[in-house]
């Protein structure tokens, strides 16, 4: 009599008997309503983690763009003497490696006014050449050129203050700054009216609604500079080695100088994105949990159901491992196909999510992501991809893991008690 074969583990039958079990019969509808729960859970789940954390991404991104874009990665203050030197020092900075660019500035608040109405500005005076350099103004300009720049007196405004004090190029806006000429009755304040050169839009609402830009020169005259400058923005290759940078500054510069790099102009803001980004993934997490629990609970109802089907099995030759294992395929079928639809629906989202807040703001007659409230004009969405596998991996283990206890219920089933009660 020859011995009987065993079978490998997943073997034909195992896979075969997992998926009839996934087909629920019109009586174990609960069972099936149960798993497709499960499968919606880890969907919705896995698809809002890639989504949420894309847009979070998106948003640290492109703010990080805008702002580095316009203001330097190192800003160099003048110690002990005010900085009447900053050309040479500009040119010595310039010559540094790495160093993409050293602007000398003069930084001021007025008051921008037209016959439309007034708002609060910053004024930055700058060379011609330097702000040409700057790419996210040069590039961006949407009314007149920034030909000549220096020549005259004109200004570069940004789109919404345009918008706001209904200015086009070539019309004039009145700036109005606090301390002006100095005269027996005090200090008056310094009215002048400039033509608007040129409207630029970064895209970003809280720097194209208060940026001013006038040439250096005219700035000094108008906030009353001694032939010197506020500070000089450095930009340089690669911000993320800004250490490396700093110390060649400070070399290279010649003169006693102050500088504050980029990550300390900005602590705060991006440590709470930071924060943010950690709370939402821990929070989001829960959901993917909330749905693996789904499958424990529907997978613990199944064998509960097939207790016959299993001592049935059991007497005709299947091992404990078997029966574990069809199981085990049945509760991680769910969990690997909702996953995998998620992460195409999460991609899917991120791909398109501009024009999917266009059409829920044209649907709803709203204005979501408000430019005033985020900054930014439009929703970003940068997927990582060693993110998004992160929470693949996530989702495809705490699918597996759920299946492990009901499949060892399962296995220990006694055959003898499991017939005895049907």
Known sequence: MSEPVRTPPFAAFEWLLSGRYL??????????????????????????????????NGFRKELLDKILGLNGHILVQPLERPLTDWKEVADRINGADGIRLAAPVVDGQALGSSAFGASGVFVRGIRSADLNNLTSIAKNIKQGTL?????????????????????????????????????????????????????????????????????????????????????????????????????????????????????????????????????????????????????????????????????????????????????????????VVGTLVGFGVGLLVCMNIEAIRQFISWMTSTELFSPELYFLSKLPAEIDVGETSAVVIMALTLSFLATLYPSWRAARLDPVDALRYE
Do not use: C
């Open 147 to 335: 030909e000549g720049f220096d020549e005259g007196q004109g200004v570069a405004i940004g789109r919404r203050l345009a918008d706001q004090l209904s200015l086009h190029a070539g019309d004039n806006i009145t700036l109005v700054a606090p301390k002006g000429a100095v005269t027996p009755m005090g200090t008056t304040p310094r009215i002048k009216p400039y033509k608007v050169a040129a409207v630029f839009e970064i895209g970003m609402s809280e720097y194209d609604s208060t940026f001013v830009f006038m040439p250096l020169a005219e700035a000094q005259a108008y906030f009353n500079r001694n032939n010197d400058v506020t500070s000089i923005e450095v930009y340089t290759n690669n911000p993320d080695k800004i250490d490396v940078y700093r110390k060649a500054v400070t070399e290279v510069a010649g003169r006693p100088i102050f500088l504050v790099d980029w990550r300390q102009r900005n602590a705060t803001f991006f440590n709470a994105l930071q924060v943010e980004r950690n709370v939402m993934f821990l929070i989001l997490t829960l959901i993917v949990l909330v749905a693996a629990l789904n499958i424990v609970s529907g997978l613990i109802m199944l064998v509960k159901d097939k207790g016959a089907d299993i001592a049935i099995l059991r007497t005709m030759g299947a091992s404990q491992g078997s029966i574990m294992r069809i199981f085990l395929i049945t509760g991680a079928a769910i969990g």
């Open 23 to 56: 087909r629920a019969r019109r009586k174990e509808g609960f069972i099936s309503v149960i798993a497709g729960f499960s499968f919606v859970g880890i969907m919705l789940g896995v698809a809002t983690l890639i989504i949420v954390m894309a847009v979070m």
